[in-house]
């Protein structure tokens, strides 16, 4: 059986204090965790420093939401992987939806930032998943593919190996309107089938998080289901007690 990962998604959430408070809360409900269920979590890059310093010690790992693809150089603003891997972080997600859409990055973007990700010793999370409107034209297979597809164009299927990809249907984040398990499965399971056609090695160790929505009160039963490894989440991982409820709930 592959370990289950459950990692939070911060986004523009958090002030020192509010950082120190979760981290530390999150660290002592954390001890019982069997070793098969791996958490990170995923602060804006200004408190990655911080949380970096706080999980020193701690079986939660590190993780970014994004990076430049670039390792250095006149990019304002930007952060590149060679500093997040300086900073302790061991994940980091590419092509979330919102940075597809609030940021415009296109396929071939999500797949340079992956490229330079794992180039640095970082496991890229890859999030693909399909709008509403999309799922009502019946295209949700051809789009989570072709997503998928322009990574393995670019770096290859065997950059599977090494990375985690996350199911995210856009219509299910932050709306409280989550896949079942029935439906997030059934896209597990092609994007698993689809790798194994390319190497089923890869396909069969490859991680496949689902995430949009998940909470302590339906992740058990996304959990059991054969082709779902863990989750994403982000509104949930802002609360200790929540998130932690989420792990335990991929401890079985
Ligand atoms: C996310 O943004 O990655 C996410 C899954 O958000 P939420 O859990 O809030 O739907």
């Known amino acids: 059986m592959r370990p289950k990962l459950v990692v939070g998604n911060w986004k523009m959430h958090g002030s020192r204090q509010q950082v120190t408070q979760l981290l530390e809360g ?16 995923a602060p804006s890059h200004l408190h990655v420093g911080l949380a970096n310093e706080l999980l020193t010690g701690s079986q939660i790992a590190l993780g970014a939401q994004d990076l430049h693809p670039g390792e250095e150089g006149a990019f304002t ?21 919102e940075r597809r859409q609030f940021f415009a990055e ?16 970082l496991r890229p999370i ?8 999309q799922r009502e034209q019946g295209l949700s297979e051809q789009i989570v593919l072709s997503q ?8 290859g299927v065997q950059a599977f190996r090494d ?64 082709d779902i490894d863990g989750a994403l989440v982000g509104g949930a991982s ?13 401890d079985f």
């Open 163 to 226: 990375a985690v990809i996350a199911y995210e249907p856009i219509w299910a984040i932050g709306t409280g309107q989550t896949a079942t398990p029935t439906e997030a499965q059934q896209v597990h399971w092609i994007l698993r089938d689809h790798l194994a056609e390319l190497d089923a090695a890869v396909a069969s160790g490859v991680q496949l998080l689902y995430g949009g929505s998940v909470k302590s009160a339906n992740s058990g039963k996304l959990f059991r289901e054969p």
């Open 26 to 41: 999150l660290k002592q409900g954390n001890e019982g965790l069997s070793k098969d269920v791996a958490v990170a979590v």
């Open 106 to 121: 296109t396929d071939a973007v999500v797949a340079e930032k992956f490229l330079a990700a794992q180039e640095h010793g």
């Open 126 to 133: 890859l999030c693909i998943g399909e709008s509403l409107m």
């Open 148 to 155: 998928l597809d322009a990574i393995v164009a670019a770096a």
């Open 238 to 250: 802002l609360k200790a007690e929540e998130f932690l409820a989420i792990c335990k709930s991929a």
């Open 77 to 97: 603003g930007a952060v590149s992987a060679p500093m997040l891997a300086d900073y302790g972080v061991s994940y980091v997600i590419v092509g979330h939806s």
